[in-house]
């Protein structure tokens, strides 16, 4: 059975940074399309950004576009958010997910597995 796992959420002050992470396993998509959600407190779960796994080809949501980078290291199937410049509306709880596919989209419920979540908040 397919588990993601996010860890690396926390507290940081606006301005810092953080670097989520997600492991997955149990996966049988060969090549799967990989992606950070959010969902900030009374709104609905938002695209932040995806990567295909067999490619460096990555797609950001305008509001992270510049200081958040996505990344992969496959030999640990591990799947990463690095997040700069964190501003206190970045406050949400951090979501992978997965899908088969060859190409990255926006809408959630195109996604098959999910973690269970990271929060991260931001302070000002």
């Known amino acids: 059975q397919a588990q993601l796992v996010e860890s690396g959420g926390g507290l940081v002050q606006a301005e810092g940074s953080l670097r989520l992470s997600c492991v997955f396993s149990?996966?049988?998509?060969?090549?799967?399309?990989m992606g950070w959600f959010r969902r900030a407190p009374g709104k609905e779960r938002e695209f932040v950004g995806g990567?295909?796994?067999?490619?460096?080809?990555?797609v950001y949501a305008d509001s992270v576009k510049g200081r958040f980078t996505i990344s992969r290291e496959q030999a640990k199937k591990t799947l990463y958010l690095q997040m700069t410049s964190l501003k206190p509306e970045d406050t949400a709880v951090y979501y992978c997910?997965?899908?088969?596919?060859?190409?990255?989209?926006?809408?959630?419920?195109?996604?098959?597995?999910w973690g269970q979540g990271t929060q991260v908040t931001v302070s000002s």
């Open positions: 149990g996966l049988t998509i060969s090549a799967p399309v």
């Open positions: 990567i295909l796994w067999t490619g460096p080809h990555t």
């Open positions: 997910a997965t899908r088969d596919g060859s190409a990255v989209v926006y809408a959630a419920r195109q996604y098959d597995y």
